[in-house]
């Protein structure tokens, strides 16, 4: 069972997870699109925005792992962002 999580199966039939892709920092409340390049997170998906980050010297306050860029999220013609395989 997949908890916060879409699954999706490629054409070659390999199941692949999806990025949780969290609608607002953890720690400021902020709004962070799929497609925002400001957004950041660590192995365990806890995201946070770009001036949080800093303000945690990268570090997450959680699990004490690196924060990294969050991948960005294509987005399709008419502004929604795409899933995988589709």
Known sequence: MLI???LFIRNSGEAIMALE???RCERCAWPLAPDDDTAYICSFECTFCATCANALNGI???CGGEL???PR???KP???PSKPGA
């Open 21 to 23: 892709m969290r609608e």
């Open 73 to 75: 999220r294509p987005r």
């Open 78 to 80: 008419g502004g929604v």
């Open 60 to 62: 997450c306050p959680n």
């Open 4 to 6: 916060g999580r879409e």
């Open 68 to 70: 990294v860029r969050r």
